[in-house]
């Protein structure tokens, strides 16, 4: 009788552990793969400003502040057959306001003046404020940052992305 009682407590013991254990191994999977996907850029502008971004985007370099004020740039190169995931985008010299934003951007995040893009080159580039996206519809923008700038030097296959808040 003593053995059959020790068997009913092991045996308790092992549901209720997997009881518990199985939704935290499940939301640590869960978490592993939201972090896996987001760690690509594409999947990354995707999620958060429902904008198209190449798959083949490396970065090369990237600057943030910390906390809840974040401000952001980062570069990244693109395969040449890319440029089609920027062709909505606008053809036109970027203005003086968007200009004056770009540059607070880079100094906010203090990016040496060496690494700085030329802002005065031609870009293929767009601005995201609140819940815009280029596909349509509403983005997440407002549930992580106010301001996204995408500049794309088609000569250089370079794209470059500024986060701000407003």
């Known amino acids: 009788m003593q053995k059959r009682t020790k068997q009913i407590w092991i045996a308790a013991a092992v549901i209720l552990a997997l009881v518990v254990l199985i939704p935290v191994v499940g939301l640590g999977v869960d978490l592993a793969i939201s972090q896996i996907r987001s760690s690509k850029p594409a999947n990354y502008y995707a ?39 920027f062709a909505a985008y606008a053809d036109t010299p970027i203005d003086a306001d968007t200009l004056d934003r770009l540059t607070a951007i880079l100094d906010r995040v203090q990016v040496p003046q060496a690494d700085r893009p030329d802002l005065e080159r031609a870009y293929l580039w767009q601005h995201f404020g609140e819940n815009e996206s280029l596909l349509g519809g509403t983005s997440n923008a407002d549930k992580y940052m106010d301001n996204l700038y995408v500049l794309y030097d088609r000569e250089t296959h370079t794209v470059y992305t500024f986060i701000s808040h407003k």
């Open 47 to 85: 999620d958060a400003w429902g904008i198209e971004f190449p798959e083949s985007a490396k970065k090369t370099d990237s600057l943030q502040t910390e906390g809840r004020d974040w401000w952001a740039y980062a570069v990244y190169s693109v395969d040449a057959g890319d440029d089609a995931a």
